[in-house]
């Protein structure tokens, strides 16, 4: 009896390792040792099986197979990998979301390669980062006046066309600085820079940071505002432009003129010449009045 269970344990054993058949064992009737034997042989198998099915799952990238059963301690080395792998595919995922902050320790060359991925991965963003915000600077160089740093005549010609190509409503004033030339041939450029930095401080006070305010040449300006606002435009200018006659600095007029005009953007499309020249016509009745109030200017 003890051969043929002897026999019996080694084809079931065979069974298992090799694949050799479907050997099963029933070792409840059998003697002491070989039924112990045969008890602990069936766990071993299951295990073995669990173990087969389990890196199976694994090898095919499956990490959302079930840990095996806890006694199972053929899978434990199994079961710290399938975790270190779960973490490393959720570092993966903050990658993808743009952190780069984390670093793997788990993997030997490939947390490394890991390492060296996200590290140059940070490095690159870095670099596009920079030359992304050097090209901000240099768009904004371009539309800006470096003198006055308000928007420039390119600027204004490119947001004027949007606006009035969308035909808005919009409230446009032109503004020619008084007596520049005269403050340039008599007290100098540096002191003419200095009258068209307080003009353009004097604008910029009475004005909101939204509302386009440009230098559309060396003497001329314009402000936009959005809406058919030419009642508060008017206001606006005359305040600022009592104020600045008022200011008292340097030996000579502070002064400027200007001409409002509004465009119903539902009254059809006008051109920007069209617009500017309807503008300056006004600028030059407010500079006659100028001349015959405060002199040659």
């Known amino acids: 009896m003890a051969n043929q269970n002897c026999e019996l344990l080694l084809a079931y054993i ?10 099963r064992l029933e070792p409840d009737e059998w003697e002491e040792p070989c039924r112990s034997l045969a008890t602990e042989l069936m766990t071993l198998r299951r295990n073995v099986e669990e173990l087969l099915q389990y890196t199976k799952a694994l090898s095919c990238g499956n990490l959302s197979v079930p840990f095996p059963q806890k006694d199972n301690y053929l899978c434990a080395n199994l079961k710290e990998l399938h975790t270190n792998l779960n973490h490393l595919v959720w ?50 160089a371009a539309y800006y006046d470096p003198g006055t740093r308000v928007r420039n005549r390119l600027y204004f010609e490119e947001y004027m066309r949007e606006v009035l190509g969308q035909q808005q409503d919009i409230t446009l004033c032109y503004m020619d600085l008084d007596g520049l030339k005269y403050v340039n041939d008599h007290f100098g450029h540096n ?23 440009a230098r559309i040449g060396g003497d001329e300006f314009c402000i936009v505002l959005l809406g058919r606002l030419s009642g508060l435009m008017e206001k606006k200018m005359a305040d600022t432009l009592e104020h600045f006659q008022t200011l ?24 920007l010449e069209e617009v500017l020249h309807r503008a300056d016509e006004k600028m ?10 405060l002199g040659c200017l």
């Open 14 to 23: 065979k069974s298992f390792l090799y694949g050799d058949g479907d050997c």
């Open 191 to 213: 002191e003419g820079d200095c009258y068209i930095r307080r003009f353009v401080q004097e604008i910029n006070s009475s004005f909101r940071t939204t509302d386009v305010f």
């Open 248 to 271: 008292g600095v340097g030996d000579y007029a502070h002064s400027f003129s200007y001409g409002i005009v509004e465009i119903d953007g539902g009254s059809g499309r006008m051109s």
């Open 91 to 140: 570092q993966a995922n903050q990658v993808v979301e743009g952190d780069y902050s984390h670093h793997i320790s788990s993997f030997g060359e490939l947390s490394d390669a890991f390492n060296c991925m996200t590290a140059q991965l940070q490095e690159r963003r870095e670099i596009l980062q920079e030359e992304v915000e050097s090209a901000h600077r240099r768009v904004d």
């Open 284 to 293: 030059y009745e407010c500079k006659r009045k100028n001349k015959e109030r």
